[in-house]
């Protein structure tokens, strides 16, 4: 599978974004698909991720209530709606495609297969 991210940009605090990953090549609901960012200087981090036919969900505390991810199966996307956002989540956004991953390790970037190229995410302050 390939994937393609897209949606990136700048935005004051507070603002939102939805992010977009486009799967080609393969049905998007074969796999687990997670987005992972990546702010100068620090470790890939999991934000979010969302489980096969979309039945279970994943977030990082750091953006649970604020950030919602869903796919559409038709479009074989992947969506992440990021509101209220803050200086904090400035980085790179990544989707990532595994097809089996244990719900305690959604969050490692290591058990991802497949990646997308990154996109920038800006909020300013």
């Known amino acids: 599978v390939q994937l393609q991210a897209s949606g990136g940009g700048l935005v004051q605090a507070g603002g939102s974004l939805r992010l977009s990953c486009a799967a080609s090549?393969?049905?998007?609901?074969?796999?687990?698909i997670a987005w992972f960012r990546q702010a100068p200087g620090k470790e890939r981090e999991g934000v979010s991720g969302?489980?096969?036919?979309?039945?279970?969900?994943y977030y990082s505390d750091s953006v649970k209530g604020r950030f919602t991810i869903s796919r559409d199966s038709a479009k074989n996307v992947v969506y992440l709606q990021m509101n209220i956002l803050k200086p904090d989540d400035t980085a790179v956004y990544y989707c990532?495609?595994?097809?089996?991953?244990?719900?305690?390790?959604?969050?490692?970037?290591?058990?991802?297969?497949?990646w997308g190229q990154g996109t920038q995410v800006t909020v300013s302050s």
């Open positions: 990532a495609a595994v097809g089996v991953v244990s719900e305690n390790n959604w969050h490692s970037a290591r058990e991802y297969q497949y």
């Open positions: 969302i489980s096969r036919r979309g039945l279970f969900r």
């Open positions: 090549g393969s049905p998007s609901d074969n796999y687990v």
